[in-house]
């Protein structure tokens, strides 16, 4: 059996290909796992704090597209203060003042 060389070219080709799609697929899934385990930290420590509770929903009143854990990420200090330790939105991180007007009006509820 004779095989020419475009069939060699074609098969290499075919080869080459799928290992780049599935070193790509494997990528796109390790980027998500870090994204899951990220949301679900930011979720457990929503959870165990009330001041993280307060923090998330200003911002959600001012940046309602905003996703704790991709968009942003909040750290709880050891005496129970909730600040935005990473901010990734498109649009600019609120100010102190602004999520203390948004959490005053939470409250005012």
Known sequence: ?????LTWA???IIF???L???WSARR???AHRKEIRKIAENYVLILSSEEAVKLCKAIHKLHPNA???LDYSLQVSSNGDAKINEWK???P????EQLMDAIRALDAR
Do not use: F, L
């Not at 991180?93 to 102190?96: D, I, L, N, V, Y």
């Open 93 to 96: 991180a609120p100010s102190r």
């Open 16 to 18: 080459v290909t799928s």
């Open 20 to 22: 780049a799609t599935i």
């Open 28 to 30: 796109a899934h390790i």
């Open 1 to 5: 059996m004779y095989v020419d060389n």
């Open 89 to 91: 939105h498109t649009q």
């Open 10 to 12: 074609a098969i290499a």
């Open 67 to 69: 996703c704790p854990g």
